[in-house]
């Protein structure tokens, strides 16, 4: 569907005479604004075809039902984001669905209207929304939504242009705001920087960051037209996300545009995976939405072209953007210290003070923002919420998931209704003088009957949720495991004023004695990184397993983490067969690992009694020359019999042990890092090692028993 150019707008009586005034001061003013129109379902659908009834020629209509004309549900955002309406109608009888709508409203035009098709509001605390059920795991049951409950107390508190099947007419007399014209200064003043950096003779790379109708994309098309001796690649997920910038670069060439349009003058667009399997040469490149882009990729892509511009949207509903910020952006501060940093403030899509966004960022929490204490050394208080409560009390709302979205890279509006409306969750948090400073978040998974644990452990049944309990179950194919009570921490943030105080661990233990009793186990699972792993580790979590995939975002491997405390849970098959996983892939999905996470699994694997004829040759060749070979493969068998051992070596010897044993790499790669170029330097390397593991057995004889339990 492309972007409407206008409304065509009826007038034949008074109710429309009033909706088009309204219409016509919204668009002098540059604004937008939410219309509410609510009552039984048909009604509403009948409603604003009477309202508008060239609609389908002129919005985004969103609506799984075909009583709307033109009327269409994508599945996913980039069939969304990067478009313009003048109107978007937005069906709630078809589910809310947080980030569908969030993309959508992003998309409409200044002058124009987000409609929402909803039941009347008195009636949200008992209506049984479709996509509440997208919230709620197997077994989960709720009779109401504190989600929408938000919803309908501030959408009842505030000035929202509403027309009800059972009030009638609630829309204003007149929309009082001054006239606006188009301020693109800032865009203008931006657009000169770039034009200045770029043309350097070895410019760093530019981060250019704003909300939602800033006019990035704009800007990226007017560079390219500004400097027309040098050639861009555009680079996004999708190509319709860049459209405006092919508009913008026409527009200066007085060039028509298509939809499908590829490449237009010195302007080409590629998607990422594309651009890094084929390299092709450009000037400068630019990519668009880059928050949606996998960080490794953005690394790739900062290696391979000298001259780059990231620009993305760093708040809202692209996914990814804590990511780029957390990980990208920051690393950027330190590795390209001439780098240039630009922000776009000022709308270019409608003008500020836009009723329509300011709906938006209260409704999804997008402005949430944690205060930091006035006094750091004040008592902390430790209390649970439910997300009934969270969902009545704004400000400490906004303090909560400020903190939960600054813990993870990947938080979307979404997550907002999943804190509010699954009952599984359990919420704890740590204020000091009234402000939230740490957050903890968990969810109780499992308590499967006796046939579906079975069904679950043979991977023919998966139930929604339950993730943790389900993989535990199909680690050793125990169904009984599927069967017992788990609590996942899904999240635990600490201000950043407060951290390395010890409050999160605090927090931890506060959230582990409120549900004593209630659960066999806790758990978690994380992107595996060394200093996540011993904060885990120093609260008895220990690894059960660790993810076949990189995250597509952060580029680190998942690891499952639990921590029993029931005997119904036995942790030493779990963590035995990690160990045996572990070893078998050290030297293939996992030889990337810095030496400090290997060395930090390494610790929390359980251990068993070399043989006799280990120790017997570890003494011999502690004494006597012996070849590489022969070297390399007790030095292997040592470590996989007792992985701890690798903490106890220097750091050098780690190094070797780690790349050169356990992840095989070729002993080129290791130059940089240990002289181990020749023959004779690695046997020297080698025979120091088992010198050190020799002393160490000897100072240490029970290294060579196992813990009881242990086989």
């Known amino acids: 569907m492309s972007a409407a150019s206008g409304w065509s707008l009826p007038m034949p009586d008074c109710k429309h005479s009033k909706l088009a005034r309204l219409l016509t001061q919204l668009k002098q003013a540059r604004h937008r604004q939410l219309l509410l129109i609510s009552g039984e379902q048909h ?38 984001l990067g478009q313009e309406y003048s109107g978007v109608v937005y069906d709630l009888y078809s589910g809310l669905l947080p980030n569908k709508l969030a993309a959508a409203a992003g998309t409409v035009q200044a002058g124009g209207l987000l409609i929402l098709l909803a039941p009347d509001l008195s009636q949200w605390h008992s209506w049984c929304d479709p996509a509440l059920e997208r919230w709620l795991s197997y077994n989960e049951t709720a009779q109401s939504s504190p989600y929408l409950q938000r919803w309908q107390r501030l959408l009842g508190s505030n000035s ?9 007419d609630l829309l204003p007399q007149h929309y009082n705001a001054p006239h606006a014209t188009l301020d693109t200064r800032e865009q203008h003043n931006a657009l000169i920087q770039l034009k200045e950096h770029l043309t350097q003779p070895a410019p760093g790379p530019v981060l250019l960051s704003a909300d939602r109708g800033r006019g990035k994309s704009s800007l990226l098309g007017k560079l390219a037209a500004d400097l027309p001796a040098l050639s861009f690649i555009l680079c996004a997920q999708q190509r319709r996300a860049v459209h405006n910038s092919f508009v913008h670069l026409g527009a200066a060439l007085d060039e028509p545009v298509t939809d499908k349009l590829n490449q237009l003058a010195n302007l080409r667009f590629m998607p990422p995976d594309q651009l890094l399997a084929q390299r092709p040469d450009c000037d400068v490149l630019l990519v668009d939405e880059a928050a949606a882009i996998p960080v490794p990729m953005l690394m790739s892509l900062l290696n391979a072209y000298p001259k780059v511009v990231f620009s993305s949207t760093l708040i809202g509903y692209e996914g990814n953007g804590r990511g780029y910020t957390l990980r990208f952006a920051r690393q950027l501060e330190h590795t390209h210290p001439q780098r240039l940093s630009l922000s776009l403030s000022q709308p270019i899509r409608y003008s500020e003070q836009d009723p329509l966004e300011a709906r938006l960022r209260q409704l999804f929490a997008l402005d949430c923002d944690y205060q930091k204490p006035t006094a750091p050394s004040a008592p902390l208080l430790f209390e649970s919420l439910t997300g009934a409560q969270l969902a009545t009390d704004e400000e400490t709302l906004s303090q ?52 579906l644990s079975q069904d679950i452990a043979a991977t023919t049944r998966r139930p929604a949720g339950h993730l943790m309990a389900q993989q535990l179950a199909q680690l050793t194919g125990n169904p009984a495991l599927a069967q017992r009570l788990g609590a996942r921490v899904v999240r635990i943030a600490v201000s950043p004023q407060q951290q390395g105080e010890r409050i999160g661990s605090q927090l931890l233990c506060f959230a582990e004695q409120q549900l004593s ?195």
Not at 57 to 70: F, N, R, V
Not at 603 to 626: E, G, I, M, R
Request: proline fraction near 6%; charged fraction near 15%; hydrophobic fraction near 40%.
């Open 43 to 80: 009604w509403t659908y009948k409603e604003v075809q009477r309202l508008f009834p060239t609609l389908a020629d002129s919005a985004l209509i969103l609506s799984q039902y075909t009583e709307l004309p033109g009327a269409c549900w994508p599945e996913h955002l980039h069939q969304v």
């Open 160 to 168: 929202v242009w509403q027309i009800s099947q059972a009030q009638g």
């Open 400 to 451: 909560v998931f400020a903190l939960l979205v600054l813990a993870h890279y990947q938080t979307s509006v979404n997550d907002l209704r999943q804190l509010l409306d699954s009952p599984h969750n359990r919420l704890y948090l740590v204020r000091q003088q009234g402000c939230v400073v740490a957050v903890c978040l968990l969810k109780l998974e499992g308590g499967f009957d006796a046939q």
């Open 517 to 711: 009793g209630q659960v066999d186990y806790f758990g978690s699972s994380f992107g595996c990184n060394a200093q996540l792993l011993r904060f885990w580790q120093h609260h008895q979590y220990r690894p059960v397993k660790l993810g076949f995939k990189q995250d597509k975002a952060s580029g680190e491997f998942a690891v499952l983490v639990i921590k029993p405390v029931t005997d119904s849970i036995a942790l030493e098959p779990l963590q035995l067969w990690f160990k045996h996983l572990w070893f078998n892939q050290l030297s293939e999905l996992y030889r990337d690992f810095p030496c400090a996470l290997v060395t930090e699994l390494c610790k929390t694997l359980p251990h068993n009694t070399p043989d006799a004829l280990l120790l017997q040759q570890l003494a011999y060749f502690a004494s006597a020359p012996a070849g590489e070979q022969q070297i390399a493969a007790l030095l292997h068998e040592l470590i996989r019999c007792h992985p701890s051992l690798l903490d106890r070596l220097s750091a050098s010897s780690q190094v070797t042990t780690i790349r050169l044993l356990l992840q095989r790499h070729p002993p080129k790669v290791l130059e940089d890092t240990v002289s181990l170029a020749t023959k004779k330097q690695r046997q020297a390397a080698l025979r120091s090692i088992v010198t050190e593991v020799h002393a160490e057995i000897n100072l240490n004889p029970e290294l060579l028993y196992c813990p009881a339990g242990q086989p």
